[in-house]
């Protein structure tokens, strides 16, 4: 189940989202259209996926968790085959803004990492990890593949080799190996018998697990501390993913060197999920998450200051460490904090409220750049927003059950 998670992630993330950096000067160019017109196309696909947030988490309890799982992997195929199309600029808006935020909700965290919490607990947080690094491992190896691709052979043909990928990496695995629950196959989470389980007592989750409704979770005060935690990180995220290539470019570095940073932060936060997880069935999640929030901090002011290439993959690789390290530990403390049963909703509805606010950087970003002409404006909030996520990591402690 990892593997086929950690496929379909690669998918999503890799190849429809954080592509959409390196398609989007060469498309801008020929398209005609400018920076705040275009990134509001990736405003849009955020805001969608922020809206159907919850009611994603409602189907996966009420239709079931593969049907929805098929649906988003053979929308994300769609999708990227449609774009190789576009024309104009309202064709952006509707096949990416549009489809793609279906697609990438409907496959993406939320069902992957609901069938993550259903099939393990001791190792919740090492599965959680695997599952959110696809996104990194796609970035790393595509973003400069696709960067060679369009200047080989444009980006029309390059997003239909994208579609191609998703079909292999996510629709067939997804049809063909997705089991929902391990009960469905007569097994417990962590793949263990019962009788297993009986003589193995030596898990050490982050909290004591209770199984929380979606309703009682909106009166706990560290799943707001939670929200808002995961919301400035992805705030900042977003804004670098539009914006990052094409910010880069402006200070004068070559465009496939400008997409290879994004590879490598992007990449380099593989190393930060995989460690996020490992240290959040270890060791307290607020820390490391507050830890993590001081180096996305001296990866902004280290980007804002920086036009020497060292200098770039200092802190590509510095920023991506951190908000890896924040990918894998927030779902993480979600399912440790509010339990198994409800998981896709209360996660849900968590990421529907950080995805509907995040959303908004990347427009923000492209029509301040648009106004001022630069893009200091923009990463200095993110940096501001992102200390103000420290100190809410810090204040989410293990909550009590409401009685």
Known sequence: MAAVSLGIAIAFGGGLYYSFGIFFPVMMAELGFSRGAGSTAFSMMLLLQAGISPLVGFLIVRVGLKKIMIAGCATIVAVTAAMSTVTHVWHVYLIYGIFAGLAIQSAGYISTLTLMNNWFIKRRGLATAICVSGPSIGTLFLAPICSYLIQTIGWRNTWLALAGMATLLALLPTILLVKPDPEAIGVLPDGERKSQRDKDNTAKPVAVTVDWDARSVLRVRSFWYLVIFGTVNLFAVNMLAAHQVTYLQDVGIAPVVAAGALGILVGTSTVGRMGGGILADRFSPQCVGASACVMEIIGIIILLNTRT?????????????????????????????????????IFGTAIGIINLVSALSPGYAGFVFDAVGNYFIPLITAAVLVAVGGVCILLARPPKAIT
């Open 309 to 345: 290439l060292l200098f770039i993959y200092v802190y590509a690789i510095i920023f991506g460490l951190a908000y890896g390290t924040i990918l894998a530990i927030v779902p993480s403390i979600f399912g440790a904090y509010f339990g198994r049963k409800n998981y896709g909703t």
